[in-house]
């Protein structure tokens, strides 16, 4: 554990951190400028492979409180007309030209009808080359479901677990429909044997946890041996989940002894990819597995964003709309947003702050510029708070810089639940007058 000075300066500078980070969020992350697509407008379809496909599955058997990812409670009917749509869309996009190297299923449950998961990937796999195919799950799904049926189809499967202690579940919505953290244990480790590569969601941050209750959270984890384990911080958001999700939260000062546990907890047996994500693959590279990491991405299904390049794609968030817009013909992104220089290289500094070494020639290759040239203010504050040391002509990351970054991920979560709260508001020209029958619809959490 760090001293009283030492912890007390990181406090300052986190805080800080959290206050710019807010301020920045909401001035490059402003859906003010976005724009509609027009209907008739060109397509521009890049020569090279997008990295990325993503596809986003909004439905959930329970709405946990702390989540304000884009879905709805489960209603068949809704669902199978929306996979249907979303085969469409698929077809289209594939038509026009665009291709992928890899498809990320997001959601939501991605599994939550297998029969439409399945068909949709062996569709996808039937007209493209796509290399990898990455799921998530809810844990039920491995005692309720035929995970076998995945078998060549699902590559890599994400299973949010977030804790093993009944209290956590409990306060957060989930032991009712997935289980006691004990028989969460059980479908994990049946996922196990037929997934090749299982990453299991934990999360940290929450008003219950202490250190040690955190150590023997990740010590159940471990034991099941998962290849992945991704460490979330309780992110609250900025804007309408910031109340239920806060009122789960522990004092932010107390993230950093947190933190301090996750590292130890996994530091003999997996390696630390970056301050969120371990891996048990030792001396080999891990191809990292969160879609949003910098890299190319395009977007289908309701609620899906994309970027390519500096632009920022958005689709519709009311699931009805996204079915009535593809069976139309329409595409499914209706609004784009050009994205700020200055906000793309923050999330590559945030990455590289992560990664463990802030490489000056790299950077100025990707860039035009050194680091200090592109961020004079962050450097001076990282430098100044300890967060990064000079290592030649690089500069590594300290275990407080490696925290400042794992905040400057939270940060990254919550401009992404501030872009949905704002896309769920956008209008949309060619979405129908009427009434959602089903009040289920607008039962986002
Ligand atoms: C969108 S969920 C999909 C996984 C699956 N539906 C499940 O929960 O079992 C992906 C992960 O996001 C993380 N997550 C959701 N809300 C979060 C929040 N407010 N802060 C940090 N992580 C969050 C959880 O760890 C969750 O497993
Ligand atoms: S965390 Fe809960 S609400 Fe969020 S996507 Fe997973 S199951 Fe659904």
């Known amino acids: 554990m760090k001293s009283t000075l030492s912890t ?73 007309e929306y996979f249907k749509a979303l085969r469409k869309e698929i077809r289209e996009v594939i038509a026009k030209g665009y291709t992928f190297n890899r498809v990320y299923i997001g959601g939501g449950t991605t599994t939550i009808l297998e029969d439409e998961l399945i068909k949709t990937i062996e569709m996808i796999k039937s007209i ?18 035929n995970p076998h049926l995945l078998k060549g189809l699902v590559d890599r499967m994400s299973i949010g677990v977030q804790s093993f202690d009944d209290k956590i579940l409990k306060a957060s919505g989930r032991f009712e429909k997935f289980g006691s953290g004990l028989q969460q244990a059980e479908y994990v480790s049946r996922a196990i044997e037929v997934i090749p590569t299982v990453n299991l969601d934990m999360m940290y941050g929450f008003k219950v946890q202490t250190p040690e209750s955190i150590a ?25 989940n910031r109340k239920k999700a806060g009122s789960l939260a522990g004092e932010p000062n107390e993230l950093w002894p947190q933190f ?30 969160y879609v949003l990491d910098g890299e190319d991405c395009f977007g289908v299904g309701s609620g899906a964003f994309g970027r390519f390049g500096e632009q920022f794609n958005i689709s519709s968030f009311d699931i009805p709309t996204y079915i009535e817009r593809i069976n139309a013909g329409h595409s499914g992104t209706c609004y ?68 400042i970054a794992l905040k400057m991920f939270s940060g990254f979560l919550a401009g992404m639940d501030y872009l949905r709260e704002q896309a769920r508001e956008l209008p949309l020209s060619q979405q129908q007058d009427r009434e959602l029958t089903e009040s289920v619809l607008t039962c986002t959490n």
Request: hydrophobic share 35%; net charge neutral; with cysteine.
């Open 8 to 80: 007390s300066r990181l406090d300052l500078a986190t805080n800080s951190l959290d206050w710019v980070m807010g301020q920045t969020i909401k001035r490059s992350l402003s859906l003010k400028n976005a724009v509609e697509v027009d209907a008739d407008a060109k397509d521009y379809i890049p020569e090279k492979p997008i990295e990325t496909l993503y596809i986003h599955i909004p439905f959930c058997h329970t709405l946990c409180r702390f989540c304000s990812f884009h879905k709805i409670k489960f209603v068949e009917g809704i669902a199978r």
């Open 128 to 145: 493209t080359t796509v290399r990898e195919v990455s799921c998530e799950s809810d844990p039920i799904y491995f005692k309720e479901g």
């Open 216 to 240: 023997w959270d990740l010590e159940q984890t471990i034991r099941l041996s998962p290849d992945q384990i991704t460490t979330y911080p309780l992110t609250i958001g900025i804007g309408k």
């Open 260 to 289: 301090l546990a996750v590292k130890q907890a996994l530091g003999d047996k997996y390696i630390m990819e970056f301050p969120w994500t371990f891996s048990r693959n030792f001396g080999q590279p891990v191809e990292n597995k």
């Open 336 to 403: 784009t947003k050009p994205l700020e220089q200055k906000a793309l290289i923050q999330h590559h500094l945030m990455m590289m702050m992560g990664h463990g070494v802030l490489d000056n020639q790299q950077f100025k290759a990707h860039t035009g510029k050194t680091l200090w040239q592109a961020f004079p203010l962050e450097m001076s504050y990282l430098h100044a708070a300890g967060a990064i040391k000079k290592q030649g002509s690089n500069y590594r990351t300290t275990t407080e810089g490696q925290f």
